[in-house]
Every structure is written in structure tokens, then in C-alpha cells.
């Protein structure tokens, strides 16, 4: 089983609140990545980073923001919360590219 | 993003029935990578194929990358209830090693 771990797992709030997701590997993995995904349908990459101090925005625009301030830890956050940002959060990380990716268990998010 | 097709994106067979997905590229690609979803569940890497032609199999199931490497399959033999879930393609090109994007899936249901 996989060392990488999401929390919380599930999360209502309210519309306007400030959210971080977290998500934390202890396998030492540089490459670390945040999919959005509705249920059953396909996976969005939104922000992805290679290594500390590194982060990139990926292929569906998204108002959240991340960090990596550390190897093992990726949080997301999303300053203002809407209805439009329920959804599943997927946290990946691999040792390099062009290799096996590990995904944490998602966090699933719920804005009313 | 990577340019990639998918299909079927639904099937559904009996339980005994073959199964197969394809992942089309309209770029040649350096590798390409395989995972599972189970319903309710995060994706679980499968496979990567990288050699041109190359065909590894698992079981029941038996990947192929083309001669071109710009298509790829996942073939299922005699499917069981425990192969439900959605099937992913991750391919890469020489161009964006870092990212790890996804096809759009193909969802296979299995009647008893």
C-alpha cells in the first residue's frame, strides 16, 4: 500500500470559507500532482510540481493555489470556497517521471 | 495537453465476455501507462509500455503499444465481476515528462 495520505477525506462547508486539502507522501516523491474529478468521469490535472519550491498550473484551470514548501507535502487551498468547487480532489505523487504514480484515497469536497 | 483519444467510453458485458479499450495518440508518444479505477476508489497503476510493439501481459489482461507508439490497448480475457471500474491511459510525450495527464477513461460494467 501506498505512503500517501489525503485529508480530510470528506468535507462539507459553506459557500466562502477558506479550505486547504492536504496531502502528504513519505516515500520522498519529487513529482506530486492535484486531479479534480467529477463522479465517474474523467481526471483533471490542476496543478502539479516537480520538486520543492516548484509548482505549475496544469490543463483545467482552477482557482485554487498550491505550495510545496516541503518534499512530502502538497496542500491545496481555495480561498473562497463556491458550489462549483464540489467535487473529488486526487493527490498523485511518483519518484520521477516515467514512473508508477501513487494516489492518495481523495478528499471529496462538498460547497453549499 | 496531451492529444489522446479513448474509446469505448461505456461498456458493458456479460460476465465471460472479452473486453477491450484503445488510447489513440495523434503524436507519437515515449511511453504510455495504465490504471485501474475501482468505483469509489483512486486510480491504481496497472502498467507502462515503452518500447515500440511491445506487449506485457498480467493474467487476463494483456496491453499492447503500437509499432508507431501512438496507439495503445488493454484487453481483458473472460472478464469477472472484479474487473469493474474505469480504465485509464497516461500518455506521455518527449515534450511533457512532468505532467501526468490522463484519457478520459472507459468504464467497464460486468452482469453476472
Known amino acids: 500500500e501506498a505512503d500517501i495520505y489525503q485529508t480530510p477525506r470528506y468535507l462539507v462547508i459553506g459557500t466562502g470559507k477558506k479550505i486547504t486539502l492536504e496531502c502528504s507522501q513519505t516515500?520522498?516523491?519529487?513529482?506530486m500532482y492535484w486531479y479534480q474529478q467529477d463522479p465517474g468521469m474523467e481526471l483533471h490535472l490542476i496543478h502539479y510540481?516537480?520538486?520543492?519550491?516548484?509548482?505549475e498550473k496544469g490543463d483545467l484551470s482552477s482557482e485554487s493555489t498550491v505550495s510545496r514548501i516541503r518534499t512530502e507535502h502538497f496542500p491545496l487551498t481555495l480561498e473562497s470556497a463556491r458550489p462549483s468547487h464540489t467535487s473529488q480532489y486526487l493527490c498523485?505523487?511518483?519518484?520521477?517521471?516515467?514512473?508508477?504514480?501513487?494516489f492518495g484515497q481523495g478528499t471529496r469536497l462538498t460547497v453549499v | 495537453g496531451q492529444q489522446v483519444m479513448q474509446i469505448p467510453q461505456y461498456q458493458h458485458v456479460q460476465e465471460g465476455e472479452d473486453f477491450t479499450t484503445y488510447c489513440n495518440s495523434s503524436?507519437?508518444?515515449?511511453?504510455i501507462q495504465w490504471y485501474k479505477q475501482r468505483p469509489g476508489g483512486h486510480p491504481v497503476f496497472l502498467i507502462q509500455l515503452v518500447k515500440s510493439g511491445e506487449v506485457k501481459k498480467q493474467k487476463r489482461l494483456t496491453f499492447q503499444f503500437g509499432e508507431a507508439k501512438k496507439n495503445s490497448s488493454l484487453h481483458i480475457t473472460a472478464t469477472q465481476t472484479t474487473d469493474v471500474g474505469t480504465y485509464f491511459c497516461?500518455?506521455?510525450?518527449?515534450?511533457?515528462?512532468?505532467?501526468?495527464?490522463f484519457g478520459k477513461g472507459t468504464l467497464l460494467t460486468v452482469n453476472p
Open positions: 503524436t507519437t508518444l515515449s511511453n
Open positions: 516515500m520522498g516523491h519529487d513529482k
Open positions: 498523485a505523487s511518483r519518484p520521477g517521471v516515467n514512473t508508477e504514480a501513487f
Open positions: 510540481s516537480y520538486g520543492v519550491n516548484s509548482t
Open positions: 497516461a500518455p506521455t510525450s518527449g515534450g511533457s515528462n512532468y505532467k501526468l495527464t
